[in-house]
């Protein structure tokens, strides 16, 4: 199986900080990398790639800009879809950083969770684990 994950939050300026990520097997990711290939070279709703924030935000200066919110609400729809059809699961954690700082020790710190990321991210990759081992 192959997995995916990827990270939101970790600029200071954001206050969670999110790990999130999919896992498939190996045969999986490429007939979900075709049907996203395709998916987004549809003539009228093309786009590049895929960046979440500047697509829900249209964020000036991108591909996404000036997008109607029913076009945004079509290939999002599409987009899940081909994601529900081609993964085996999906997991996501969201840590609030300014909880993270006053409750997490130093002593657990040192042992591999010194960040708000590397907690999301060892946690996610905990669940993961522990989901393999019940299948």
């Given at each position: 199986?192959?997995?995916?994950?990827?990270?939101?939050?970790t600029?200071?300026?954001?206050?969670?900080?999110v790990?999130?990520?999919?896992?498939a097997?190996?045969?999986?990711?490429?007939?979900?990398?075709?049907?996203?290939d395709?998916?987004?070279?549809?003539?009228?709703?093309?786009?590049d790639?895929m960046h979440?924030a500047?697509?829900?935000f249209?964020?000036?200066g991108?591909e996404?800009?000036?997008w109607?919110?029913e076009?945004?609400?079509?290939?999002?729809?599409?987009?899940?879809?081909?994601?529900?059809?081609?993964?085996?699961?999906?997991?996501?954690?969201g840590?609030?950083k300014k909880d993270?700082?006053?409750?997490?020790?130093?002593a657990?710190r040192?042992?591999?969770?010194?960040?708000h990321?590397?907690?999301a991210?060892?946690?996610?990759?905990?669940?993961?684990?522990?989901?393999?081992?019940n299948?």
């Amino acid at each position: 199986m192959t997995i995916y994950i990827d990270d939101s939050g970790t600029s200071p300026e954001n206050a969670v900080a999110v790990a999130a990520g999919w896992i498939a097997h190996t045969d999986s990711w490429v007939d979900f990398q075709a049907d996203w290939d395709k998916a987004r070279d549809l003539d009228g709703d093309k786009f590049d790639s895929m960046h979440m924030a500047e697509f829900v935000f249209g964020r000036k200066g991108t591909e996404f800009e000036g997008w109607s919110l029913e076009k945004k609400q079509r290939i999002s729809a599409r987009l899940r879809g081909i994601v529900k059809n081609k993964v085996a699961k999906g997991f996501a954690l969201g840590i609030v950083k300014k909880d993270f700082d006053e409750l997490v020790p130093n002593a657990l710190r040192v042992r591999g969770f010194e960040s708000h990321y590397t907690s999301a991210i060892r946690r996610v990759l905990g669940m993961i684990d522990a989901w393999r081992q019940n299948i």
